[in-house]
């Protein structure tokens, strides 16, 4: 019998992904974080694509505040409505639909009061939007003291 063709309830999450995931995901926020106390932002580039990506998310969300994120109005069914197209434009590129960290309030750091779960093309979307408007800009000096020797190794 095709594995495939199995009933579903023979099928469990694993744990052991699912743990792995979050770690993954915590490591993502931290490496961008310490990109973001460490370079202008306005510099920085996420992917080869994020003119593509910023082009479509202000074409897409004009009026968006990607300074802090309303999450509601993110993941209501109008906004996820909203985003599934966007996404859309964008399921050729690797990763863009894994489980990302998004900060909240662009000027405080990775917390878990200040974290969205979100699919990374929401993240490049918020995250390029945030850095080309001047949104990310104080981090660097609000934060550059607190990047641990750990995180410099």
Request: charged content about 35%; overall charge negative.
């Amino acid at each position: 019998m095709d594995v495939l063709s199995r009933p579903a309830e023979e099928f469990v999450n694993d744990g052991t992904v699912e743990e792995l995931w979050a770690v993954k995901a915590v490591d993502h926020a931290e490496v961008h974080f310490n990109l973001l106390c460490s370079v202008d932002p306005r510099l920085l580039r996420l992917t080869p694509y994020d003119d593509e990506i910023y082009e479509q998310f202000r074409r897409m969300f004009p009026d968006m505040n990607v300074q802090v994120i309303n999450e509601n109005e993110l993941k209501s069914p109008e906004g996820k409505a909203k985003w599934r197209a966007y996404m859309e434009k964008f399921n050729r590129l690797e990763d863009y639909s894994y489980g990302t960290l998004l900060r909240a309030n662009a000027d405080e750091e990775f917390r878990p009061e200040n974290a969205i779960l979100v699919v990374r093309i929401q993240f490049w979307a918020i995250e390029i939007a945030r850095n080309r408007e001047g949104h990310n800009d104080s981090i660097r000096k609000k934060f550059r003291g607190s990047i641990t020797s750990k995180d410099t190794e």
